[in-house]
């Protein structure tokens, strides 16, 4: 067993897992094995040497006072507790036995050679091996994919359960797509490919490691718009926030610090193409695209769009702002089942309250628009400037 190092490279390299990894659960395979075969009390330390790629183990007993408290272990459940030895410390009143110039915190230490115990000692080392080395695979796979939490992943639809949870396999771990995490009216088959946004990664006594994956968070709508606008991934144009009725509606809020970049022409594209992408993926969702303005007024007016307001007044302490607005104007601020102005609060995050004032509130005229424009065209104004 001494070249055993070899072997425990090739598994590494078999298993995809670092070599660190794999000499950690060979270390904590060897430990658990001698505690097996001696006392689960004693205390082992693995000692490896990677010129000679052989190892060592040596059971360590730690000189303590008699008095210590680490000298007993408490064993058992509820009632049947109880309270014995511990192999791995000594009182220093018994090791003055051994040898006079021991002294508290002192180590003794003795070689444990695993060979001496045969094949029972084999058998013991090879289902601790392989149960170490499953334990780091896992946590490399957790590791990884930790590290992909909020990204978009792809994955195929493996199968479909009784709950309606929606099986996908994505790489070397497989993602559920419960019902609440799926938009509203989808219907997924054995084989579809589909992209849904990595939530977390879990361990659960049924599933094992899995991912649990979303397609109705906000965060879902703000990673699609970054893959399809390369402003948006750019970090051109940045998302201030979003939010969502997943399958009918969603407002996203854009700015950018670039004065020649209009961030609501970038993220729609040249005849929508870009949005018409996003809201296909989500089923459909129409997507109301907001520039964003620090000034809450102004902000909050914008997200309660198609709807013209007449005035507001905002309340920073509590977070509410009062609108008014004419009656013509109060249907489109509302919203169907109120979806407008549920989508304007969630995105500004202030309540609001809409307050109807008598009048029609009536757009400009094109032909008021057209003399505007026309008016812009005369430039005498500013030749005084550059004299």
Known sequence: ME??????????????????????????????TAKKLTSFTSNFEVTIDNDTKTYSVHKVITVVADDDEQLYVEVGKDDNKEKILSDAFMPLSEAKEFDESLEIGDKLTEEFVLEDYGRTASANLFRELEYHIQRRIEQDLFEKYREKVGTVMLGTVNRIDADDNT??????????????NRIKGEKFKRGDTIRALLRYVSVDPQYGLFLEL???????????????????ADGVVEIVNAARIPGERAKIALKTEQMNVDPIGAAVGVKGVRINAVSEELNGENIDCIEYSPIPEIFITRALSPAITQSIKVDQDEKKAVINITG????????????????????????????????????????????????????????????
């Not at 055993?4 to 904590?28: C, M, P």
């Not at 396999?169 to 797509?177: N, V």
């Not at 979303?214 to 948006?232: C, D, G, Q, Y």
């Open 214 to 232: 979303t397609r109705t968070s906000p965060k879902f709508l703000e990673a699609l718009m970054a893959s399809e606008v390369p402003e948006i």
């Open 328 to 387: 013509d104007q109060k249907a489109k601020a509302i919203g169907k089942s109120g979806i407008n102005i549920r989508l304007a609060s969630m995105l500004t995050g202030y309540t609001i309250e809409l307050n109807e004032v008598e009048g029609i509130t009536e757009r400009q005229p094109e032909s008021a628009a057209g003399a505007e424009a026309e008016k812009t065209k005369d430039t005498s104004a500013l030749e005084n400037l550059f004299k």
């Open 3 to 32: 070249k055993i190092l070899d072997i425990i490279e090739a598994i590494a390299h078999e298993k995809n897992i670092s070599r660190e990894h794999a000499i950690e659960a060979f270390k904590d395979a060897l430990v658990n």
């Open 167 to 180: 099986h996908v396999e994505i790489g070397e771990l497989k993602g559920i797509l419960t019902l609440r």
